[in-house]
Nanobody, 123 residues
Framework: QVQLVESGGGLVQTGGSLRLSCAAS????????MGWFRQAPGKEREFVAS????????DYADSVKGRFTISRDNAKNTMYLQMNSLKPEDTAVYYC????????????????WGQGTQVTVSS
């Protein structure tokens, strides 16, 4: 089992940057594939990015490709999401997720979730 805690959200202007962190408890962090998802008010939770247990393989939603970078540091039990060139449509609560079976674009397949961190991009 793993517990996840996100941090790093906040208010930023259009074109700005933020780096989100997802700290995991437990000794088996490196055994989990990880993902970032986001949910805006009134909308379904949507896929942002995912990363394999080793960090070698990554996947991005088309809407963030080229602007966001997912990474992980297994020695620190932490995953990151570097977000650049932020747009108002990136405004949402961002969640990290983990699963030992693999990484997915479908949020329903992830077993473990953090509590979320708010990202607000002003125009």
């Amino acid at each position: 089992q793993v517990q996840l805690v996100e941090s790093g959200g906040g208010l930023v202007q259009t074109g700005g940057s933020l780096r989100l962190s997802c700290a995991a408890s437990g000794r088996t962090f490196s055994s989990y594939a990880m993902g970032w998802f986001r949910q805006a008010p009134g909308k379904e939770r949507e896929f942002v990015a995912s990363i394999s247990w080793s960090g070698v393989s990554t996947d991005y939603a088309d809407s963030v490709k080229g602007r966001f970078t997912i990474s992980r540091d297994n020695a620190k039990n932490t995953m990151y999401l570097q977000m650049n060139s932020l747009k108002p449509e990136d405004t949402a609560v961002y969640y990290c997720a983990a699963d030992s079976r693999g990484r997915y674009r479908d949020y329903k397949k992830y077993a473990y979730w953090g509590q979320g961190t708010q990202v607000t991009v002003s125009s």
